[in-house]
């Protein structure tokens, strides 16, 4: 028993040794960043007067400002549209599309690489694609609609169609995620099922609801919760296809805790910006894993 104690202690210590240099560098670039952003949101500080980074006498300043900021208030609305709609329609038809390519042939094979590429795109490299799209000067959509005598308003900067332009670039990008993800689970569903109901005269659709849809909902809501944690990370395509506008249709918060911290120099209030949309990610996290669990249970 000593010596087998021995030995889980010289692995345990062997193990710890060995994930260290890990841990360390985690450490570095994970978490003394996210420290230094909460210890910069307790200050006021500026780039002009440097002084003012250690300046905590009044540590909740930027916080209590928050709720009276018009413009912050207006980011968190934009941001819950967004990230609404954007992860319905990239749950939504990476789910059909998944069901369509749900076969065997080299076409649906080839198909499957080709629907992947967009997610495998650097974001700036994704907005680039959109702003060509949505340049009425050179776009091939806007070119089709000349020629239909259709005449389509500019997407980029019309109110009304800004905020939408952004979801169906990100929806396009993204999409491929959970079409992966549930092409997988697909996979994994024994046939017998399947064809059991056929048998027993069950039609597609019924297959679907009653078979399909509840083994791929827990992929679905896996993926739905990646995607929302995902969805205020696109800076890229707000920054170079609407810069925030019109006016602040565009304005998520990230881009808000930007224009903060570069345009005006508000780099402790942009701090607290910051912390509090990571707060707002953690907490809808943690309550779609929730109703996930809930809904487990109740089954």
């Known amino acids: ?22 841990l360390i ?60 709609w954007g992860v319905l329609f990239q749950v939504l038809l990476g789910m059909l ?5 749900h076969t065997q042939s080299r076409i649906v094979e080839f198909a499957r690489t080709f629907f992947l590429i967009p997610m495998v795109l650097p974001p700036i490299v994704v907005a680039v694609i959109w702003k060509l799209i949505y340049t009425p000067d050179i776009s091939p959509i806007y070119y089709a609609a000349g020629l239909l005598n259709f005449t389509m308003p500019s997407l980029t900067s019309s109110v009304d169609f800004a905020l939408t332009a952004i979801i169906i670039a990100d ?13 997988a689970a697909l996979q994994t569903i024994p046939e017998e099922f399947s064809e059991a109901a056929l048998v027993d005269g069950a039609n597609r659709l019924q297959i679907f609801f009653y078979i399909t849809l509840p083994f791929i909902t ?14 205020v990370k ?29 345009d005006f120099n508000e780099i402790g209030y942009s701090s607290a910006v910051t912390i509090v949309m990571l707060l707002l990610v953690v907490a809808v996290s943690f309550g779609v894993v929730w109703m996930g669990r809930r809904r487990e249970a109740m089954a």
């Not at 010289?10 to 260290?20: G, K, T």
């Not at 696109?234 to 570069?262: C, K, Q």
């Open 218 to 231: 827990p992929i679905l809501i896996i993926s739905a919760m990646f995607r929302l944690i995902d969805s």
């Open 97 to 101: 599309l998944a069901l369509l390519l």
């Open 25 to 84: 560098v985690l450490f570095m670039i994970a978490v003394l960043p996210a420290i230094y952003l909460l210890v910069t949101s307790l200050t006021p500080f500026q780039m002009v007067n440097p002084g003012s980074a250690t300046d905590f006498s009044a540590p909740l300043r930027n916080y209590r400002l928050l709720p009276d900021d018009p413009r912050f208030v207006n980011s968190l609305l934009v941001q819950a549209k967004l990230s609404f």
């Open 1 to 22: 028993m000593t010596g087998r104690g021995s030995i889980d202690a010289e692995r345990r210590r062997f193990n710890a040794f060995a994930l260290a240099p890990t």
């Open 234 to 262: 696109a800076f890229p395509l707000v920054f170079l296809l609407t810069g925030g506008g019109p006016g602040s249709v565009t304005e998520v918060t990230n881009y808000y805790a930007y224009l903060l911290a570069f």
């Open 171 to 183: 929806t396009w990008e993204w999409m491929p995620f959970t079409f992966l993800m549930v092409l």
